[in-house]
């Protein structure tokens, strides 16, 4: 059975889902009270048809150093634990959680408690209607067939740390969101068979500006991802409507929440060539409509994915020998002609280690990755323009040429990372035992800085 897993990055997303922290206003400290709202929005696929998470509560404090056990914390919490399907939750779509009031001043550190699959009574649940109830808690379910279990390690009981600044104003409602990265959030540890659920939360401004497009509906591929970058940053993905009852609806997509700026809008799937459109203005409160033709019969805009012809595979270890490991991740972008740097992939790796019941043994010193199905043939670039279509050429120049990028990511000290060159011969003829090219990197982040 394939599992194959489109992780792409999604700092802001997609990708991802978010959680949504309300207020809005000024700091200080007048000894009233505002309120901090919750909800959760907006996820890319990614292989899976269902990624099921069980929202315990979401913690705050003033206090940026505070540890999770310390004092200062205030909390929202649910009614019941809820089971959310962060797959569902795509294309702008906000679920909300709920509330709480809190003293004037400034929010520092929020932490992110879900249900541990382990301790977790079903009874005080509120199931998604659409998962299975005598599944954990906290499941994936992958798009080729199967569901797994996703463990939660024990160091997030105390809830997944991070770092914020919202100012809570006396009688106000305060505005953020925490993006949940559902794909990159799930990872397999190494070849044990086992899934685990390691959340990759990021917080952003809540925002009225965006993008909206549409991809061919005939032609959406399993796991076409849709992401504004800046130079390999991801701000903003999600991924097309599928498989609706309105045909209309098939095929576009909805990038919100996005800050006012200059992107490459850029386009992913497996088996398909990668498509970008550079430069692609966003300002502040305007949806930017780039299929302006999309609910007519010619659509001026539409992004039409083509086969790629030659694919490859990039593959290596990460070894880290400390006993404290940060969260890992390993990404695979391509420099464009023009000078911008695209993100087309990128997986968060796994150190932990498994009995063969599935039972955790400990951590170990090296993880594996693994990009397979790679597109050799050269990405088409269009450069963006606000009237008219857009214009794409092939990008013969990097045709097949790769960079790997291992990350070590401590939450409170400042990445760490490595490269490797991934170059494929757009030439190559695969055999039977070895269908195609395959570029083996492996990197060494040992002392790199702890979580």
Partial sequence: MTKRKNFI??????????????????????????????????????????????????RVNNSANAEADGTGWSEVVLDRPRQIDLLNLQNGVIEE???????????????????DN????????????????????NHVVFSAGGAEDLKTPSGQQSGVKINVGIDVAEGQVADLLIDFDACKSVVEAGGSGNYLLKPVLSAIPRLSSGVRGSVADAQVPEGVSISLQQNGEVFRSTAPIVNTTNLDENGNFILSQVPPGTYDLVVTAQGFITKVVTDVVVPEGVLVNLDPDSTTTVDENEIVLVPATVEGDADGTVTNTDEIKPATFV?????????????????????????????????????????????????????????GTFNYAIDTAVEGQYTVVAVAEPVDAAPVEQTAPANFDPGFVGTTEAPRERITNNFDLSSAPAP
């Fill in 118 to 137: 382990a301790t977790a009574d079903p009874a005080d649940i509120d199931f998604d209607p659409d998962a299975d109830p005598t599944r954990a808690p």
């Fill in 9 to 58: 990055r999604s700092t802001l997303a997609a990708t991802c889902a978010a959680l949504f922290v309300a207020a809005c206003g000024g700091g200080g400290d007048s000894g009233g009270t505002g309120t901090l709202r919750t909800a959760m929005t907006d996820a890319p696929a990614c292989g899976y048809d269902n990624v099921f998470v069980t929202v315990d509560r979401i």
């Fill in 97 to 115: 959680l709920g509330e709480v009031t809190l003293p004037v001043g400034r929010v520092q550190q929020v932490r992110f408690v879900l249900v």
């Fill in 331 to 387: 990404n695979i972008t391509q420099t464009l002609s023009v000078g911008t740097t695209v993100l087309i992939d990128s997986a968060q790796l796994s150190f932990e280690t498994f009995d063969t019941n599935g039972n955790a043994t400990g951590m170990g010193n090296t993880a594996p990755y693994l990009f397979d199905f790679l597109t050799v043939d050269a990405p088409e670039v269009a450069p963006y323009t606000p009237n």
